[in-house]
């Protein structure tokens, strides 16, 4: 694999420094072509978080072809660039690709790129600033999406634009992929599964799972290489009643049903399950914490069934539900007046399910913890089970070269998230998906995805054009050795 000037030159400065600070205290001077390339992928960034892509604005479209325009501009041909449209609760929402094409003749599979264009929405009157007019303060750009997903969106754009205007030609098809609306269904990430320039892809990059941290002082950081995720699956669970007057109280009561069955959900406990993924990370976790925590890891690794040793992981303050099944209580809605009894009274569970587990099962263990025929147990939507993506050495390294790029010897490591990205549709559809990318935030401060005054660090952003042109031209580039 290849390895360019930009990647020798941000080692050399960052050694020579001695630092593993935030990458705004690593940042070396820019060149004109660099402080160019700044201002150009900052300008992309600003334009699109201005565009409102939350359901129901029809919005995404506009920035697809916003994107289109820019990557035109840089020598894209028409048949290159494709903005498939599907209408989904009245709205038309598109999603975006553009196909780089490698050597002809080249035998290698595609790589593709996935990023989404949607946001979730965000109100003027709970943030300190228009969330839809990006502002800057204080080294950060405040707007919707600027973490989640637009600056991934922004970045690999502005590396397509900036490897074509360098003639660069790559050994294998590079394919960018934005769905439209992974925040509330994921049926264009579906659609992009079957594109044929997707769908023999080796395996597909997701900037979307590509984030790091270090610690409030700047130090410390450590990024993972998102490998897997747990099924996203919810439950209304429902006891119903003939109801009656509040005057005159019955021990058949909707709300004391579902008082039992939140105690029921809470006494729930699933096994301990581990994979490739799962296994690494408790012995991170374990070479952290130390201590009886460290020796209960361990245990389980060899007995997952071993009681002792599970209650001490749960007592640890350390977060260790990536190793299990977890269902939790999230709504509760119940009666139509206070001096009536409910007739109804619903409960939502939501529950993240690991790889391997089917959701049919984790329905009938709620069913078996809450032991009672007349409440009714519903899975909202179709739940999409996704398997692991494999253990990849070989790409791994090169993601950590290109993190190093930026924070040498930080830890790259793969990981499995409880969240949901389109990386699970894609994994469903046969297309290993692995985390990409090095955005660097303060932890826990910055961690505002789908909250008030989201906001990016600039400094990170700008490092991610090393980033990407460092992976890219690994993974796609001549090899010189």
């Known amino acids: 694999m290849r390895r360019t000037n930009l990647f020798l030159a941000a080692c050399t400065s960052a050694l020579m420094t001695g630092l593993s600070v935030p990458t705004a205290a690593m940042a070396s001077p820019a060149t004109e072509v660099e402080q160019d390339d700044r201002q150009s992928a900052r ?28 990557l035109r501009a840089a020598g894209f041909t028409d048949d290159q660039i494709d903005i498939p449209t599907m209408t989904i609760d009245g709205e038309e929402v598109a999603s975006f690709l553009v196909r780089y094409p490698g050597k002809t003749g080249s035998e290698l599979s595609p790589i593709a790129l996935i990023a989404h264009m949607d946001v979730v929405d965000a109100s003027t009157e709970n943030w300190a600033t228009d969330p839809y007019q990006p502002v800057e303060k204080d ?59 997707v769908n023999g892809a080796e395996y597909a990059l997701n900037s ?18 998102q490998s897997a995720e747990k099924t996203y699956a919810t439950f209304h669970l429902t006891a119903r009643n003939e109801g009656g007057h509040s005057s005159a109280p019955r021990a058949d009561n909707a709300l004391f049903d579902i008082a039992d069955v939140i105690d029921a959900v809470r006494s729930l406990s699933f096994p301990i399950g581990f994979n490739d993924i799962t296994r690494q990370m408790a012995r991170d976790l374990a070479e952290s914490e130390g201590g009886r925590f460290a020796a209960a890891i361990e245990t389980l690794i060899e007995n997952p069934g071993d009681k002792a040793a599970r209650e001490t992981i749960e007592a640890h303050e350390a977060g260790t539900h990536f190793l299990y099944t977890t269902c939790v209580p999230t709504m509760l809605s119940a009666g139509t007046a206070e001096n009536a009894l409910p007739q109804k009274a619903e409960l939502t569970v939501n529950c993240r399910i690991l790889p391997g587990t089917s959701v049919q099962s984790v329905q009938d263990a709620i069913s078996d913890a809450v032991a009672n025929p007349d409440i ?32 040498p010897d930080a830890p790259v490591k793969p990981s499995m998230s409880s969240g949901g990205t389109d990386g699970k549709e894609f994994r469903a559809a046969g297309i290993p998906t692995y985390g990409a990318g090095a955005i660097t935030l303060v932890r826990p401060d910055d961690y505002r995805a789908h909250g008030i005054d989201e906001r990016l660090p600039l400094e990170s952003y700008y490092d991610q054009l090393t980033f990407w042109d460092v992976l890219l031209k690994d993974l796609a580039g001549e090899d010189d050795q």
């Open 376 to 407: 009714s147990i519903d899975l909202v939507g179709e739940p999409l089970e996704s398997p692991v993506s494999p253990i990849n050495e070989e790409l791994f390294a090169s993601i950590r070269s290109a993190v190093h790029a930026i924070y």
């Open 43 to 70: 300008a992309l960034l600003e334009d699109i978080l201005k565009l409102r892509t939350a359901k129901g604005y029809g919005q995404t479209k506009a920035q697809a072809e916003l994107l289109a325009d820019r």
């Open 208 to 225: 979307d799972a590509g984030v790091g941290s270090v610690d409030s002082e700047g130090l410390n950081p450590s990024y993972s290489i």
């Open 139 to 197: 080294g950060y750009l405040y707007a919707r999406g600027a973490v989640d997903n637009k600056a991934g969106i922004a970045l690999l754009v502005s590396t397509f634009i900036r490897l074509k205007q360098e003639g660069f030609e790559p050994e294998r098809d590079l394919v960018i992929a934005f769905s439209g609306d992974e925040e509330t269904g994921m049926q264009t990430t579906r659609k992009l599964t079957q594109h044929p320039w």
